[in-house]
């Protein structure tokens, strides 16, 4: 039983082209998010959602536009792809964060999807 | 000044040994901490969370200091399978979970 899942695995595309990633999680959270970890393995968040609601934007270029049809699906589609794109993109869910207070919660990740510009 | 910083090592050690792995944290207002672990091609998986007071998982025990800003991570009777990366991460802020990442600290284990 999958937890978060992500399709496609891989992705290999040429520069200008428009992708799409899925990602679906079966853990009833209520908060996703989508994290980039490029070449040097830097991990960083781009977008969180909860509830199908955007709560965080890290300042990342329009060209991604994160979609929540549902608080089960968080899809990631990139437009106009660059040869800069091209990372590990990671998929994540947790459990909704009390509004005040310090407690985080545990995040799941999906096994990833492996883009490549070319 | 990054806001989580790690050694990136890596650290060779034999099985056996005991490691340790620092970190610290530029936001002093930064209220949650954990170490995640990073297999190679895999995806991250929470290690163990850190408490003040310190906490202990088995082998693995985690240390915070709020006043120097920096975390620890202490490995004791390194296994081969405990060869991963080791992230450091920090919520810098309360309410939405905006975890901030380590670049990670690399431990090999040896036979």
Redo the contacts between chains.
């Keep these: 039983d999958t937890a978060v899942s992500q399709t496609p695995k891989y992705l290999v595309t040429q520069m200008g082209n428009d992708k799409s990633i899925k990602c679906e999680q079966n853990l009833g959270h209520d ?1 996703m ?1 989508w994290y980039k970890q490029d070449s ?6 781009m977008f ?1 959602y ?1 509830n199908k609601e955007l ?2 934007n890290e300042t990342v270029p329009n060209r991604f536009s994160p979609k929540s049809p549902d608080k089960a699906h968080l899809n990631l589609h990139i437009n106009s792809l660059e040869l800069g794109d091209s990372a590990v993109y ?1 998929c994540a869910s ?1 459990q909704a ?11 799941y ?4 999807t492996r883009l490549t510009v070319t | 000044r990054k806001e989580v910083e790690q050694d990136p090592g890596p650290f060779n050690v034999p099985e056996g040994a005991t490691v340790a792995f620092n970190c610290t944290y530029s936001n002093s207002a930064s209220q949650s901490f954990f170490w995640y672990r990073q297999d190679c091609r895999k995806e991250p998986k929470l290690l163990m969370s850190v408490y003040s007071s310190g906490n202990e998982d088995g082998r693995f025990t985690a240390q915070l200091n709020r006043a120097s800003q920096y975390i620890s991570l202490l490995i004791r009777d390194s296994k081969l399978s405990d060869s991963a990366t080791y992230l450091c991460v920090v919520n810098p802020s309360t309410g939405f979970q905006k975890l901030v990442f380590g670049t990670g600290t690399r431990l090999l284990v040896s036979p």
């Design positions: 908060t998010y040097k393995k830097f991990l960083k968040i969180s909860n709560i965080i990671f947790s964060p009390p509004m005040t207070g310090a407690l985080s919660y545990e995040q990740f999906g096994p990833g």
